[in-house]
């Protein structure tokens, strides 16, 4: 059985501007215990206030930069990532999908961190002929290699937002969604779509349980969390 930590939570985050990231600061405010959230970016995240937050601006293209500000967290979580894949070139997607995810997840280990949480994608295989979900596959097994105490990997399918952030084919995909999900059963129910905010909140939620070892996390497990 899961148990929920006893001690006060420290947690350090990249990828908190995006939106999942966000919705996930939101919940993790509202948990118990925490003590110290660190939001790690280029630019800082607007519209939260609390006395536990500590906001950096930092290169996460250049780990120095913020090396220094990983020491006494518990947990780390990373939910950057490239919005459309199919906009960018392969070179520049692994080096923010994996290069840098990376550089982050070797620092905080380094640092001492206990618990990794990354925001990967179901379907993420080192050896699939997508190159993105190869690209992310290949993070997960380096991650794995790091060997943190915890380290839980999130498997979205269709990630659901509340209006249309990326065109033509977004909105296609947030109008049919809804027809699809009913028929996707059995093992196909991996493939879900999962709401933003749920996702956000699942992943924040899952920092207070007390477990050991590699976790990889899918639509029933999200909505479990909830």
């Given at each position: 059985?899961?148990?929920?930590?006893?001690?006060?939570?420290?947690?350090?985050?990249?990828?908190?501007?995006?939106?999942?990231?966000?919705?996930?600061?939101?919940?993790?405010?509202?948990?118990?215990?925490?003590?110290?959230?660190?939001?790690?970016?280029?630019?800082?995240?607007?519209?939260?206030?609390?006395?536990?937050?500590?906001?950096?601006?930092?290169?996460?293209?250049?780990?120095?930069?913020?090396?220094?500000?990983?020491?006494?967290?518990?947990?780390?979580?990373?939910?950057?990532?490239?919005?459309?894949?199919?906009k960018v070139s392969k070179a520049?997607?692994?080096?923010?999908?994996?290069?840098?995810?990376?550089?982050?997840?070797?620092?905080?280990?380094?640092?001492?961190?206990?618990?990794?949480?990354?925001?990967?994608?179901?379907?993420?295989?080192?050896?699939?002929?997508?190159?993105?979900?190869?690209?992310?596959?290949?993070?997960?097994?380096?991650?794995?290699?790091?060997?943190?105490?915890?380290?839980?990997?999130?498997?979205?399918?269709?990630?659901?937002?509340?209006?249309?952030?990326?065109?033509?084919?977004?909105?296609?995909?947030?109008?049919?969604?809804?027809?699809?999900?009913?028929?996707?059963?059995?093992?196909?129910?991996?493939?879900?779509?999962?709401?933003?905010?749920?996702?956000?909140?699942?992943?924040?939620?899952?920092?207070?349980?007390?477990?050991?070892?590699?976790?990889?996390?899918?639509?029933?497990?999200?909505?479990?969390?909830?």
């Amino acid at each position: 059985m899961d148990t929920e930590m006893s001690n006060p939570l420290s947690i350090v985050m990249i990828g908190a501007t995006g939106a999942v990231g966000g919705h996930c600061v939101s919940r993790l405010l509202e948990l118990p215990g925490l003590q110290r959230l660190t939001l790690l970016g280029r630019r800082e995240v607007g519209g939260v206030q609390s006395d536990t937050i500590h906001q950096h601006r930092v290169d996460l293209f250049d780990p120095s930069s913020y090396t220094h500000l990983l020491n006494g967290h518990h947990s780390a979580i990373c939910t950057l990532g490239v919005g459309q894949p199919s906009k960018v070139s392969k070179a520049e997607l692994a080096k923010i999908d994996k290069v840098t995810v990376l550089d982050f997840a070797s620092a905080c280990r380094a640092a001492g961190v206990r618990h990794f949480v990354l925001l990967s994608a179901v379907g993420a295989n080192a050896k699939s002929l997508s190159f993105y979900l190869r690209t992310k596959g290949e993070l997960n097994d380096a991650l794995k290699a790091l060997e943190f105490e915890r380290l839980s990997l999130f498997c979205p399918s269709m990630i659901l937002t509340p209006t249309n952030r990326y065109g033509i084919s977004q909105a296609i995909l947030l109008r049919t969604w809804p027809w699809v999900q009913p028929l996707l059963i059995g093992p196909m129910r991996n493939f879900r779509g999962i709401a933003v905010e749920q996702l956000g909140a699942a992943m924040a939620n899952t920092i207070p349980q007390e477990k050991h070892g590699t976790e990889e996390l899918y639509w029933d497990d999200f909505i479990a969390l909830m």
